[in-house]
């Protein structure tokens, strides 16, 4: 097993491999497309197996305060892919469980080796599969990916006389 070191944690559950360094799941060394919020979404789970993870929490860490989007629809759409990577189910869940209500549990125990490095590690070696900080949040992914900051200039002034 390579060992993740200081630049970057994997953790293994099952027969998958989550490369966070290299942002990038593995099944039995196949990879595994996932787009970068379900991926980042798993990445937090997983970097805190066993416990409760409150949508709310999810929102500090993944979504921007600035950013506008319907973020139950967009939590709802990466749990749904990521249970589809995983070939998990809602119903019967291996992986991720849904606490109503509440949040989600990542479920299946990481192996021994992976969860000792996880834990030695700065949580916030996961951050680069978004560099750049963020107003806003704390922790394991904090930092996003920030869009160029707004023009002085409204976009309606151009028009204006």
């Not at 506008?68 to 189910?89: E, M, S, T, Y």
């Not at 509440?102 to 479920?107: C, E, K, N, V």
């Not at 070696?125 to 023009?151: D, E, F, K, W």
Request: a positive charge; aromatic letters at 6%; charged letters at 25%.
């Amino acid at each position: 097993m390579v060992d993740p070191g200081p630049s970057g944690l994997r953790y293994r559950f099952a027969d998958f491999d989550l490369d966070l360094k290299n942002a990038v799941l593995r099944q039995n060394d196949v990879p595994i497309r996932l787009r970068p919020q379900a991926l980042k979404v798993l990445a937090l789970l997983v970097s805190r197996a066993g416990e409760l993870v409150t949508r709310d929490e999810i929102r500090t860490e993944i979504w921007s305060a600035d950013t506008f989007v319907d973020f139950n629809q967009g939590l709802n759409a990466c749990i749904k892919q990521v249970r589809a990577a995983l070939d998990d189910d809602a119903e019967a869940p291996r992986f991720i469980e849904t606490v109503p209500k509440l949040g989600y549990r990542f479920l299946a125990p990481l192996e021994p080796a992976l969860a000792a490095a996880a834990a030695e590690a700065p949580a916030a070696s996961a951050a680069h599969l978004s560099p750049p900080p963020r107003r806003g949040g704390s922790g394991l992914l904090s930092r996003v990916r920030a869009a160029p900051p707004p023009s002085d200039r409204s976009p309606c002034s151009r028009w204006s006389t």
